[in-house]
C-alpha cells in the first residue's frame, strides 16, 4: 500500500518546495500492472492504499526460506512551466502486509520523493533584424522599437542588456550611443533592464523592447551594413543585440545643360 503523502490536495499528490508554505508541484506516483513490468509513466496515480490500487500478490517459497518479487514503479511530475527554482519534497509511506489478512504482519518505510526544479529564462523567439529606413539628412530622427516576450521562473530575477559586438567581454549596458554603421551614427536601447520572472502568469511573458534611433540631419553617401546577432544564456543575463540596416538613396549629381545658338 502507498500512502497518499504530505501535501495531499483533494486527490492529488504534490511535492513542496523546501521552506516554503505555498509552492507545489503536482506529481503522479505510478506502479506497473504486472510484477516484473516496466510502469507506463504518466502523471495519473494509480497506487494507493486501498482497492485496486494497492498491489498484491503471491510469493511462492517453494523449499527456499526466502522469496522476493520486484514490482516496478515511476514518479512523474506533471507540466508546470517555470515554476519557482529549488528543490520540492514529498513522503510516502509504503507499507506489506504478510499475509494478506487483517491479522497479517505489517512493515512500514518510506518513500521519499525529491524534485530539482532549475532557473530558465527564454525568449518567445529568435530576435530578429532591424530594417531602418532613413534618408540621407531627413531632419527627423528614424526611430525603430520591436519587442521580445521573455519569460522567467517565477520570483528569478532577470537583466537584459547590450553589447557592441557578440565577442566582446565587457559588461552589458542598457543604451549603446554613438555606434556607426557605414558611416551612420545611430544608437540602441534595451528596456526594461531588469526585472523578476513571473513564471505563467499574465500570459507567460514580460516584454523587452529595443530600440534604435537615427538622429536627424546625418549622413551623405549611405549603403546596406549588417550588425551581428548574440543571445547570451549566461546565468540570469540576456544579452540583445540586432542587425540593423540603414539604407537612403545616393545623390546623383547631374551635369549642367547648355544650348548652342545657330
Avoid at 503522479?28 to 492504499?49: E, H, I, M
Avoid at 519557482?84 to 502486509?97: K, M
Avoid at 487483517?102 to 523567439?125: E, F, H, R, Y
Wanted: hydrophobic share 40%; with cysteine.
Amino acid at each position: 500500500m502507498a500512502g497518499d503523502g504530505n501535501h495531499l490536495n483533494g486527490a492529488q499528490r504534490r511535492v513542496r518546495r523546501e521552506l516554503t508554505i505555498n509552492n507545489f508541484l503536482n506529481y503522479g506516483l505510478v506502479r506497473a500492472t504486472a510484477a516484473g513490468n516496466a510502469p507506463t509513466c504518466s502523471a495519473t496515480t494509480n497506487w494507493r492504499g486501498t482497492g485496486a490500487n494497492v498491489i498484491s500478490g503471491t510469493l511462492n517459497f517453494g523449499t527456499a526460506l526466502g522469496q522476493s518479487v520486484t514490482w516496478n514503479y515511476c514518479i512523474r511530475a506533471a507540466a508546470s512551466s517555470f515554476a519557482n527554482a529549488g528543490i520540492y519534497t514529498d513522503s510516502v509511506l509504503l507499507t506489506l502486509r504478510y499475509p494478506n489478512t487483517g491479522a497479517g504482519q505489517l512493515v512500514t518505510a518510506p518513500l521519499d520523493i525529491q524534485v530539482g526544479v532549475q532557473t530558465s529564462c527564454l525568449l518567445d523567439k529568435p530576435l530578429p533584424g532591424l530594417t531602418v529606413a532613413y534618408t540621407s539628412l531627413q531632419s527627423m530622427a528614424a526611430i525603430l522599437n520591436t519587442s521580445v516576450l521573455l519569460r522567467c521562473s517565477t520570483g528569478h530575477p532577470w537583466t537584459a542588456g547590450l553589447l557592441p559586438d557578440p565577442a566582446s567581454a565587457a559588461a552589458p549596458v542598457t543604451t549603446l550611443t554613438n555606434q556607426s554603421l557605414l558611416g551612420l551614427t545611430y544608437s540602441v536601447q534595451v528596456s526594461p533592464a531588469s526585472g523578476t520572472g513571473t513564471g505563467n502568469a499574465a500570459g507567460g511573458g514580460q516584454a523587452v523592447t529595443l530600440g534604435v534611433t537615427v538622429p536627424g540631419g546625418a549622413g551623405r553617401h549611405l549603403q546596406h551594413g549588417q550588425l551581428h546577432r548574440q543571445q547570451h544564456p549566461c546565468a540570469g543575463h540576456h544579452l540583445l543585440t540586432g542587425p540593423i540596416r540603414a539604407a537612403a538613396p545616393r545623390p546623383r549629381a547631374t551635369a549642367p545643360t547648355s544650348a548652342a545658338a545657330a
